[in-house]
Every structure is written in structure tokens, then in C-alpha cells.
T-cell receptor
Framework: DQQVKQNSPSLSVQEGRISILNCDYTNSMFDYFLWYKKYPAEGPTFLISISSIKDKNEDGRFTVFLNKSAKHLSLHIVPSQPGDSAVYFCAASAVNNNDMRFGAGTRLTVKP | NAGVTQTPKFQVLKTGQSMTLQCAQDMNHNSMYWYRQDPGMGLRLIYYSASEGTTDKGEVPNGYNVSRLNKREFSLRLESAAPSQTSVYFC????????????FGDGTRLSIL
């Protein structure tokens, strides 16, 4: 059962514009959410996280929004840069249940 | 600063062979994890270790065993490899808890014929 879904396998945006990556989850027990970025032949690297007590978290060009009622989160990258081209994974965890689930990833391509 | 180091980077096995994937971290993290990633799927947790001497099953533990040798090292063993275990395997660590940011190695690409 895929408890975390990233329904867009790929996204292409122009340099300087906003990139919006989406993630949906089904398990209402999830209360901590993370985004990871992955380049080819490398392991994922942590990007930004949010707990369920917040609805927004910012870190520089990256902002994550959480809508608990819709079980939806999104990652905004503004402005997008060619170096942002990578696969982005959404992950969700139930803090008291030792569970971690990842989405299948969205491949972002930022064109110069 | 090495972070998380996995060996080997690539391996080809025949069905029924055994092997151990090695992982070491130099960040003094308490928790370590093993994941597998298959095409079109996200990472799936195989096993994790919250501290030296403890291990727990993740989402897909069948066919695998693990050993937390010390605080730095966490190994994954395939006793009798099957073609369904062909995958890319990632080791990761975090300071304490599963939901904290994890640091990943660069992966081991394993093919089982």
C-alpha cells in the first residue's frame, strides 16, 4: 500500500520561475514530513522538513506547505535554478510509531 | 568528512549466493537504517537500529538480516539472494530518531541473476 504518493513523475520549469512539487498521503498518523533531493549516482540529501503542528516552513528558496485536512504537502522552490534539477522525494513519518514512508519521487528539470 | 560510506558500490550475484553490504558513519549518530529503492518506487525501509545492540524490522524485512556491529557500523546480509532482491540499497543515519533528517550513503547497486 502506497501511503505517500507523488503523482507527477516529472516537472519541467524555466530558470527563475517557481517550481511546485506535490505530495499526498493517506495515513492520518503521519505527523512529520521531509523532502529529500537526489542527484544521479548519489544518495538522497535532506532538504527541508515540517511537523504537523505547523502549516508552513521556509528555508531560503525552499518552502514547504502542509494541509493536514487534505493530507497534502507541497514544496515550492523560488526562484528555480538549473542546479535544482534532481529527483525530489517526499517522506512521511509517524513519530510514535517508528514508521517512515517515501513517495516515488518527482524528477525536476530546470531549463536555463 | 566522509559521512556515510557504503561498500561495495556495485555487486553481481547468482541466485542462492550470500553477501553482506557494509555501512559505516562517522557522525556519531545513534540511529542507522537500510533502505532499498526499486524503479518507479520510493525508498522502502528494510531494517533500522536505534542504538548499538538493537535492531527493528521496517516495511520490507523478509530475506534480510542486519547487524549493528558498533555505533559506527551497520551491515545488511542476504543469506540466499533472489532475483527479487535486485535493487539499489541505501544506508542512512540520523542523530536519534527515524523522523529526524537522515544522512545517506551513495548506495550499492546489487544485481542478482
Amino acid at each position: 500500500d502506497q501511503q505517500v504518493k507523488q503523482n507527477s513523475p516529472s516537472l519541467s520549469v524555466q530558470e527563475g520561475r517557481i517550481s511546485i512539487l506535490n505530495c499526498d498521503y493517506t495515513n492520518s498518523m503521519f505527523d512529520y514530513f521531509l523532502w529529500y533531493k537526489k542527484y544521479p549516482a548519489e544518495g538522497p540529501t535532506f532538504l527541508i522538513s515540517i511537523s504537523s503542528i505547523k502549516d508552513k516552513n521556509e528555508d531560503g528558496r525552499f518552502t514547504v506547505f502542509l494541509n493536514k485536512s487534505a493530507k497534502h504537502l507541497s514544496l515550492h522552490i523560488v526562484p528555480s535554478q538549473p542546479g535544482d534539477s534532481a529527483v525530489y522525494f517526499c517522506a512521511a513519518s509517524a513519530v510514535n510509531n517508528n514508521d517512515m514512508r517515501f513517495g516515488a519521487g518527482t524528477r525536476l528539470t530546470v531549463k536555463p | 568528512n566522509a559521512g556515510v560510506t557504503q561498500t561495495p558500490k556495485f555487486q553481481v550475484l547468482k541466485t542462492g549466493q550470500s553477501m553482506t553490504l557494509q555501512c559505516a558513519q562517522d557522525m556519531n549518530h545513534n540511529s542507522m537504517y537500510w533502505y532499498r529503492q526499486d524503479p518507479g518506487m520510493g525508498l522502502r525501509l528494510i531494517y533500522y537500529s536505534a542504538s548499538e545492540g538493537t535492531t527493528d524490522k521496517g516495511e520490507v524485512p523478509n530475506g534480510y538480516n542486519v547487524s549493528r556491529l558498533n555505533k559506527r557500523e551497520f551491515s545488511l546480509r542476504l543469506e540466499s539472494a533472489a532475483p527479487s532482491q535486485t535493487s539499489v540499497y541505501f544506508c542512512a543515519s540520523s542523530e536519534h530518531r527515524l523522523w529526524q533528517p537522515q544522512h545517506f550513503g551513495d548506495g550499492t547497486r546489487l544485481s542478482i541473476l
